[in-house]
């Protein structure tokens, strides 16, 4: 298996843009996770789908922010507007039996 | 509630030498631990894990860590170090019937030739 696919690697965007991140899960996994990861504040979980279905998005930090799972295969990020602190790498995950398996990430610089 | 805490920040060692990262937990539970590696601009491996079978655990690129129970430790070992070790290290706690990880902040290793 490939592992957990991210796409795309680096975004540079200007403030205001929309921004749109994307997974592909390890298949069979039912799990799938996204983070976010900065120096100030490490790793914190954005939103956590569970059978394609957001179980927590607790660590979504604003309305600007939406994650969608259309199948089991892929889910999207997107960031509507961007801002200069959304700034960080952002990962994905899925996971099978409790275990997480973690995407390149992509790094996402806002100007 | 879990928690992690990685007692250094920083380790460097020599090329050849053992390395020693050291974690500390908190869990109402019997928790699930792992250690992940990440080295520059790249994403989280997964080196090694405990889920309640033997104590000690031996992952990939002849890391190993143990688990003590008396102690609430999961410390990270490496008899030899190489080059390619230095990476963060992530010491990492669940609930086994829960989703959440609880990171710790991670221990930056460099290696000096």
């Known amino acids: 298996d490939a592992g957990v696919i991210q796409s795309p690697r680096h975004e540079v965007t200007e403030m205001g843009q929309e921004v749109t991140l994307r997974c592909k899960p390890i298949?069979?996994?039912?799990?799938l996770f996204w983070y976010r990861q900065t120096m100030m504040r490490g790793l914190e979980l954005l939103i956590y789908?569970?059978?394609?279905?957001?179980?927590?998005d607790s660590g979504m930090p604003e309305d600007r922010f939406s994650a969608k799972m259309p199948n089991a295969s892929f889910s999207t990020l997107k960031i509507q507007p961007s801002e200069p602190r959304d700034s960080a790498v952002y990962f994905c995950a899925s996971s099978s039996r409790n275990i997480q398996y973690f995407g390149a990430g992509t790094r996402l610089s806002v100007l | 509630a879990q928690s992690v805490t990685q007692l250094d920040s920083h380790v460097s060692v020599s090329e050849g030498t053992p390395v020693l990262l050291r974690c500390n937990y908190s869990?109402?539970?019997?928790?699930?631990l792992f250690w992940y590696v990440q080295h520059p601009n790249k994403g989280l491996q997964l080196l090694l894990k405990?889920?309640?079978?033997?104590?000690l655990v031996k992952g990939i690129n002849g890391f190993e860590a143990e688990f003590k129970k008396s102690e609430t430790s999961f410390h990270l070992t490496k008899p030899s170090a190489h080059m390619s070790d230095a990476a963060e290290y992530f010491c990492v706690v669940s609930d086994p019937a829960d989703y959440k990880l609880s990171f710790g902040a991670g221990t930056t290793v460099t290696v000096r030739a």
């Open positions: 789908f569970n059978n394609n279905v957001p179980i927590d």
């Open positions: 869990s109402s539970y019997s928790p699930s």
């Open positions: 405990y889920t309640s079978a033997a104590t």
């Open positions: 298949s069979g996994h039912n799990s």
